[in-house]
């Protein structure tokens, strides 16, 4: 059980490297599919702002793709072209404000690009959608297998295509230094592309990018080297990992333990544990979508892989995120679809856990507010008793 004498864990300032967080809150990145060409918009800063103020202490957009093809949908956000910087600045900037931190999620959809959005079930698009405007295009991969039926099969890369993507990496990588984010995760989950890489259900390859465990996760350390070496040193890079496949899958939690001891070995500061995204036929179940899922992926992974790591996934109630920080399953703990749900849930969480000024986890123009009408509620004249009905009865006159 938590001290409520001290303050809670949760709200206990963490260091990773040069940045520093107000608490242990996170917004996990929720694709929106409200995208212009990549770049963000007015819902984007209505959609963060509003995160920002509720009292995270750091903040991520949404997946977040290195090249235009790299999108699972037209609508998907990316961060491909120099003209995306000033789009995203707009963003950090206000959150810096807020006293959050910004943070952006690189990603490449790899095979599962070329479909609808979210709200029409990732629908594959067909040459149809082309006379709207939206022509499909084929997806990359490590072997040209289908995750779901595709206009095209996705292409099997070859040296030159991964040269190429690792390219788009890094100029992503720099843009989202020169946007203004303060950390950055790899995402190497969800069946995107360097999850395709990693899982035998979707690396057939036969070079030194497949066969064995080893050379399935070349891929991925080439990014997390690539994406490290262009990221400033005294910033955080975090990689998101499914710790197991879907159901049938064949990677595992043994997988993302070895994975997580490479990672580090690379200057990866924190390991991200979520799970799912591609299927096979083995006996592998579907991951229960049960309270904290996720938390017992990053316990292990923490403990023998000796990596930060970040609880995810059925995390909904203040006393459940203090508890997975107390128990050190986990260093972070993030929230998703929580915070679409209440944006205000850290301050919230705050004032339930006693922290110290819980109002003080949101910005001064409601913190000022919140704090002034406690005050209120303790003058002596909103105590009841004689003093106050005589008030009433001067203002309202006698009942």
């Known amino acids: 059980m938590t001290d409520t004498k001290q303050q809670p864990l949760l709200f206990t300032p963490i260091t990773i490297r040069g940045v520093t967080s107000k608490n242990r809150i996170v917004v996990s990145p929720m694709c929106q599919y409200n995208s212009d060409d990549g770049g963000p918009g007015d819902w984007q800063m209505m959609h963060l702002g509003r995160l920002a103020v509720g009292g995270a202490g750091i903040v ?36 810096k404000e807020q006293d959050a931190i910004p943070a952006i999620q690189l990603g490449h959809a790899g095979r599962k690009a070329s479909c609808h959005t979210a709200t029409q079930d990732w629908r594959p698009l067909t040459d149809e959608d082309a006379k709207d405007g939206l022509a499909p295009w084929q997806g990359l991969a490590p072997s040209a297998l289908d995750h779901l039926p595709r206009r095209f099969t996705p292409k099997a890369m070859d040296r030159d295509d991964i040269r190429h993507n690792l390219d788009a990496w890094r100029e992503a990588t720099r843009r989202s230094m020169d946007a203004g984010f303060d950390i950055l995760e790899i995402h190497g989950a969800h069946g995107y592309l360097i999850h395709q890489f990693l899982s035998p259900v979707s690396n057939h390859r036969n070079d030194a990018y497949g066969g064995d465990r080893q050379g399935r996760m070349r891929f991925a350390l080439e990014v997390a080297e690539v994406v490290r070496d262009a990221w400033p040193k005294d910033k955080p890079l975090f990689f998101r990992v499914s710790s197991v496949d879907g ?3 064949l990677w595992d ?29 083995s006996e592998m179940p579907m991951v229960p979508r049960i309270e904290q899922f996720q938390a017992g992926f990053a316990e292990r992974v923490r403990r023998e892989a000796g990596i930060m790591t970040i609880a995810v996934g059925g995390i909904t109630e203040a006393r459940q995120a203090e508890n997975i920080l107390q128990d ?37 123009e409601y913190a000022y507010r919140l704090r002034q009408r406690e005050k209120q509620k303790e003058m002596p004249i909103n105590q009841g008793g004689a003093e106050t009905q005589a008030a009433y009865q001067k203002i309202f006159g006698p009942e």
Request: glycine share 10%; net charge negative.
């Open 328 to 364: 050190g399953r986990a260093d972070l703990v993030a929230l998703a679809r929580e915070f679409l749900w209440n944006a205000d849930w850290a301050a919230h969480a705050a004032k339930e856990l006693h922290a110290t000024d819980p109002y003080g986890q949101m910005p001064h």
């Open 60 to 95: 991520f957009g949404e997946e977040t793709a290195v090249e235009a093809i790299g999108r699972k949908t037209y609508k998907c956000a990316g961060i491909y072209d120099d003209k995306h910087i000033p789009q995203y600045r707009k963003l950090t900037d206000f959150i």
């Open 247 to 249: 159901q049938g899958g």
């Open 253 to 281: 939690l043994d997988d993302t333990v070895a994975l997580s001891k490479e990672l580090k070995d690379r200057d990866i500061d924190l390991i991200d544990c979520s799970s799912g995204g591609i299927f096979g036929d």
